[in-house]
């Protein structure tokens, strides 16, 4: 048996409550293709029954796991290259001048899905700051999903994966084959740490950020929710740290915290404080 209208509308209540994605009632066949292998998990023989056990038990941590399981993790190594070009050519220099003294850099990869975004901010900084060793450089991704935390953690890549935006200069530089995979080195490693971490409700002990990376997420959340997200951003950063939102995001619409400045071409956030 399909499911009814009603057993969709419950779904998207769920993902909404747990995580703040909302999803369009003309996607709903995004809930047949990505939660049938949880539902069999969880000893459903179909969606409509996984629907039954979510509504009747309750179970926390399915209704998570639906969450999860309903996220988008579309990313890439330098994903977009107008904001890499940003950071290399404004904004890291910016940064490296303000803090030549303390020596320490600390940069949120906000929802840094299976890590590419955190490694290649690694990556780029390895290359355009050459006293790094002297520095203490922390680069923390955190995402709702436990499971590609867990893959970022692992900091291996498929050749597909690398194949997308890993230009094959720092591919050999900063990574080893290890049989059909890919592996950061340890020194690009180092600088990265991933954790879990919802956006949209209690967020773990994070440091002050002098970069933030909010990219491609806020398009799912509702224009109450990208407000909230920005205050508790806000509340994270240095005085005088940047924000990066995806190419197609803005701030603007739903805060008052955040300035736009522009640079060649491309835009950015500064905190007002
Ligand atoms: C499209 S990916 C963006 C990855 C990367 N920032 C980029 O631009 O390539 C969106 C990520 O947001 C995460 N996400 C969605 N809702 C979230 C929430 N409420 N809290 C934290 N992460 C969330 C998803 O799990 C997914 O990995």
Not at 13 to 37: C, G, H, W, Y
Not at 47 to 63: G, I, N, Q, T, Y
Not at 148 to 158: C, D, K
Request: hydrophobic letters at 40%.
């Amino acid at each position: 048996m399909a499911c009814t209208d009603s057993d969709y509308a419950y779904l998207r209540e769920v993902v909404m409550t747990q995580s703040a994605n909302m999803i369009d009632p003309s996607r709903n066949s995004l809930f047949d293709s990505k939660l049938t292998p949880l539902a069999r998990m969880a000893g459903a023989s179909n969606l409509e029954d996984f629907v039954h056990l979510l509504r009747s038990d309750r179970p926390a941590h399915l209704h998570r796991a639906v969450a999860e399981a309903m996220t988008i993790n579309e990313t890439s190594f330098f994903r977009d290259v107008k904001p890499f070009d940003l950071l290399r050519e404004t904004i890291l220099p910016r940064l490296i001048e303000a803090r030549r003294h303390q020596r320490s850099l600390r940069i949120w990869s906000a929802v840094s899905s299976t890590g590419q975004e955190a490694y290649s901010l690694a990556m780029m900084l390895a290359e355009h700051l050459p006293e790094i060793a002297l520095w203490d450089v922390r680069v923390i991704g955190t995402d709702i999903s436990r499971q590609v935390v867990e893959y970022a953690r692992r900091g291996r890549y498929r050749r597909l994966e690398v194949n997308r935006g890993l230009p094959a200069r720092m591919l050999l530089k900063h990574m080893t084959r290890e049989g059909e995979e890919w592996e950061m080195s340890p020194r690009i490693r180092a600088m990265c740490e991933f954790e879990c971490a919802n956006l949209c409700g209690l967020l773990p002990k994070l440091p002050v950020f002098d970069l933030v990376l909010l990219r491609n997420v806020l398009l799912y959340f509702s224009q109450e929710d990208r407000s909230v997200v920005f205050r508790d951003v806000h509340q994270h950063m240095a005085p005088d740290g940047y924000l990066l939102l995806g190419n197609a995001e803005q701030a603007e619409e739903s805060t008052n915290l955040f300035e736009v400045e522009f640079s060649a071409n491309s835009y950015f956030y500064r905190p007002v404080f």
